[in-house]
């Protein structure tokens, strides 16, 4: 096997072959170069790196006669998207996804000597985000796209037979592949669900036997009662598409049309971010918080990937402006629907989804809203202190600071500044070690709430690995005082974390006033 290691800590990656037999180790690359990434051929053979340019771009070079040669570049828009997968069977030609020339990423194959690009598979306005290979002769046999929900587009005649088995064996709506025999003639795919996190399968191609093996949580699935996701379109208000998933609490759909019989208290769940989307499948805030009565939804605003280059570029420099209006804009797609109660909504979300959460309280019908280590200061996301530059991402999505317009604007946008006035209730979750600049915006935005009369809290963790469940603790009676839900007692995991309120603790029955 080839591995990569730093033992002289020059923070890159030197190349090493291992015998696995006999434990020799060889040195077979010393990166002197400051490559990222090595793509190697079916004989193990090292024949493509890649590497940062300053500008954000991706630069491919192939290795040639011992020699580094400038293949290709990837433009600072490019990387994410599109990426070298691997070689052909033939050695001479790369699998890639591209989308230079077109909007979504499609499957393709390059040839190296010549540089001659030959398309393969692609869908309007949805990425190629997977591709399939036999496993000898490593042939693309079919590639995946995710737009409402998971798709596969057979690309050979025993894939399209093999697939149609699976889809006809396996019960869930969703599965992935994930091993087959060097004779292909059987498959272990994983199918999942809303309502299951995963069951696994053999599948048998030239006979059609679909074994099930195994499920990871069944201790889940046969002791909750999990609700089915519905898929959904909204619109934005300049006409964008925006492709979400709701959630209903038990019950709440007599009839199965994904609309509630009366509307329900909601909870939106923006994405982490900045580079992120909501997918089909479980989630286990969206089946916790229906759990606890409430309709849950996630949308993907612009900027989200896999939907093609216009929609992920649409979010550049949009962050606390379209994508908010993105959220508000799902928001009136719901109240509008009859799905959420206009008079019970929050928005919950955490980093950069936390931000858009909390931003999401100067904005109607949004009756309260919580984040965990939200970007509180966008001037301090995007100028790190210690002096380095933020990833190409974030830098996409908020700018440069060094520029003074660009400076001002994430300076107005950012939580002290957009929650001036703002008296609705907020929670606020950071751990305590989170840069000191994000601290001191969030004790600045928390006092603008509670000047403004709104029941503002901020909390503190000490014990990183006890945050996850604190803060959900803590969530959890947040949204019930605020929208009603069922709330556990919260008494014990804050004390595990060892969380602090510095403000607005009383705020919350059972918590510690500051």
Not at 353 to 379: H, I, K, M, N, Q
Request: glycine share 10%; charged share 25%.
């Amino acid at each position: 096997v080839i591995v990569g290691a730093d033992p002289r800590e020059s923070g890159v990656t030197d190349l090493y072959r291992v015998n696995l037999f006999t434990g020799r180790q060889e040195r077979i690359f010393k990166n002197t170069d400051g490559f990222r990434r090595f793509i190697f051929d079916h004989g193990l053979n090292l024949r493509l790196a890649v590497k940062p340019a300053a500008d954000g771009a991706d630069e491919i070079y192939a290795l040639e006669n011992g020699a580094w040669r400038r293949f290709d570049a990837l433009s600072p828009a490019e990387p994410g998207v599109s990426r070298v997968l691997g070689f052909d069977g033939t050695n001479r030609g790369v699998y890639a996804l591209d989308s230079r020339g077109r909007d979504a990423a499609a499957l393709v194959r390059v040839d190296l000597r010549s540089g001659e690009l030959e398309p393969i598979s692609g869908v309007p306005g949805a990425d190629v985000v997977d591709v399939l290979f036999h496993p000898t002769t490593f042939q693309a046999d079919a590639v995946v796209v995710e737009r409402l929900g998971v798709e596969w587009i057979p690309l050979t005649l025993r894939a399209d037979n093999a697939l149609r088995v699976i889809e006809r064996g396996v019960a869930e709506e969703a599965f992935v592949v994930l091993s087959r025999t060097v004779d292909d003639s059987r498959w272990i795919v994983a199918g999942y669900s809303p309502t299951n996190p995963a069951v696994y399968y053999q599948v048998d191609v030239d006979t059609g036997a679909v074994t099930r093996l195994f499920e990871i949580r069944p201790e889940l699935t046969k002791k909750r009662q999990l609700a089915p996701m519905t898929p959904f379109i909204a619109q934005a208000r300049d006409g964008a598409d925006l492709v979400g998933y709701l959630t209903l609490p038990a019950g709440a759909d007599a009839d199965g049309d994904g609309i509630p019989e009366i509307p329900s208290p909601a909870v939106v769940l923006p994405e982490p971010g900045p580079f992120d989307r909501a997918a089909y499948g479980f989630h286990a805030d969206h089946q916790w918080l229906a759990d606890r009565g409430y309709a849950v939804i996630s949308v993907n605003v612009r900027g989200a990937p896999g939907f093609g280059k216009a929609f992920r570029d649409a979010g550049d420099g949009e962050v606390g402006a379209g994508i908010q209006n993105d959220i508000a804009d799902a928001i009136r797609w719901s109240v509008d629907r009859g799905v959420a109660d206009p008079e019970r909504v929050a928005v919950v979300g955490e980093r950069a989804g936390g931000y858009e959460a909390l931003a999401s309280l100067a904005t109607e019908p949004v009756r309260c809203a919580a984040a965990f280590a939200p970007w509180f200061d966008l001037v301090a996301v995007a100028e790190p202190a210690d002096g380095s530059r933020p990833s190409p991402e974030i830098g996409r999505r908020l700018g440069d600071p060094r520029n003074a317009d660009v400076r001002a604007v994430l300076a107005s946008r950012s939580l002290p500044e957009r929650l001036r006035g703002v008296g609705k209730p907020m929670l606020a979750a950071s751990p305590a070690s989170d840069d000191a600049r994000q601290i001191a915006a969030a004790r600045a935005a928390v006092a603008e709430v509670q000047a403004a009369g709104g029941a503002g809290v901020l909390a503190l963790f000490e014990k990183q690995d006890r945050n996850w469940m604190a803060y959900r603790a803590l969530l959890e009676a947040f949204l019930g005082q605020c929208l009603g839900g069922y709330v556990e007692p919260i008494a014990g995991d804050l004390k595990a974390a060892d969380a602090a309120f510095p403000l607005g603790g009383g705020g919350i029955p059972g918590l510690p006033a500051e």
